[in-house]
């Protein structure tokens, strides 16, 4: 895989994430491109490695298909429409049970979804049962629907970027909002107690006696005990138990505990991942964890895979053959588990691996787990 198909699919697992299928106006480009090129099957799909994930549909109730037997694999290569009048007739699909067997699909015409950055999520498409055309008038609406489809994606994903920066920053200014308070009002009173006690001694007017240095003291511990409560001020009670999980996290030795972000790139890394997989912190952070899998499930998609299932359906769980940083191999079981935000939307996922292999060392080359 070369690296723009790879940036082509990281794309395409972005976009997976929004919910395209709850959009009313991205359903009616479908069902106006139906309408106006007289077909009666309307699709915009998402296609990556292994799935074409039919997001907004017109007269198909499916919602995923193997990109193995897809015809957007080859419309997403166009830059302009690909049209197909009879696939029984085109090599290309001589073997597709999609062509050969129900729903006997003859007509496809497909337009590109190009992003502005240049990347090919999927198509807007058709599909009749029947051989088919289109005029010059219809090809040039099917190109505008898409080219109108990938505006309201784009759109779609700035606002929901937005929203998350929105969040972020209003946290940020209640935090500051909150230390600026106590900063101004509940330190200033032990902090002038302090700075009283020591120009009394300086001013020759106290000596440091039993008596100065227990005042001193109650000072002290006071002014400790407001930045404290400043520290645990400045974020919510939830953030402070969540920091005393994460170290909790941090520690446990027996299972590898990793933090993904949306594309698998690897964000925390606990004592159990650095004993089972070899790796410091500083290592592996920022990697994609598909470092942990053998070549061969790496050039089947196996890691993209499994976090397309984890998407989709909030977990996905495998055992397998897996790499530490040493080029050694032990079976392992995983389980990577969806993290969403309050809109339920997917903004990373949490990966648990155990080893279950035996305690001695194999003699022989382990084989590759298919």
């Known amino acids: 895989m070369n690296n723009n198909e ?3 699919i990281a794309e395409v697992q972005r976009y997976l994430a929004l919910d395209l299928s709850g959009s009313r106006e991205l ?36 919602t995923v298909a193997p990109a193995s037997t897809s015809f957007c694999r080859f419309g997403i290569r166009q830059d302009s429409v690909l049209v197909i009048p009879d696939a029984s007739s085109d090599e290309r699909f001589e073997a597709n049970p999609l062509v050969n067997k129900d729903p006997h699909i003859r007509f496809y015409a497909g337009a590109p979804l190009t992003l502005s950055n240049g990347l090919k999520l999927g198509t807007l498409c058709l599909f009749d049962v029947k051989v088919n055309e289109l005029n010059p008038l219809q090809r040039k609406a099917l190109t505008i629907l898409s080219r109108q489809a990938v505006s309201l994606m784009e759109l779609e994903m700035n606002k929901q970027q937005l ?9 940020k200014n ?55 409560a400043i520290i645990s001020e400045s974020m919510p009670d939830k953030d402070l138990k969540l920091i005393r999980f994460n170290r909790m996290v941090e520690e446990i030795e027996d299972y590898a505990i990793l933090m993904l972000d949306e594309r698998g790139n690897v964000e925390n890394w606990n004592k159990g991942a650095q004993l089972l997989k070899g790796y410091s912190a500083n290592e592996v952070i920022g990697k994609n964890f598909s470092i942990f899998y053998l070549e061969d499930d790496r050039q089947r998609g196996k890691p993209e895979l499994l976090i397309a299932e ?13 790499v530490r940083k ?45």
């Open 27 to 62: 359903q009616d480009i479908v069902d106006l491109a139906a309408e106006i090129c007289d077909k009666p099957i309307a699709l915009i799909t998402l296609l990556d490695e292994h799935f074409n994930w039919l997001s907004v549909r017109s007269g198909v109730d499916i």
């Open 6 to 8: 790879k940036e082509r």
């Open 163 to 171: 929203k998350k920066q929105i969040a972020a920053t209003e946290a």
């Open 310 to 322: 984890a998407s989709r359906y909030g977990v996905a769980k495998d055992e397998g053959w897996r």
């Open 174 to 228: 209640a935090a500051l909002t909150r230390i600026a308070y106590m900063q101004s009002h509940d330190i200033r009173q032990p902090l002038a107690s302090i700075i009283g006690l020591v120009d009394l001694v300086k001013s020759d007017l106290q000596a440091v006696d039993a008596d100065w240095l227990a005042m001193m003291t109650t000072s002290t511990d006071d002014l400790d005990a407001k930045i404290r």
């Open 326 to 370: 040493d080029g050694t191999q032990f079976w392992g079981s995983i389980v990577i588990t969806a993290i969403h935000n309050e809109n339920n939307e997917v903004i990373g996922f949490t990966k648990v691996t155990r080893d279950l292999s035996p305690k001695t060392e194999p003699v022989d080359e382990m084989p590759v787990h298919s």
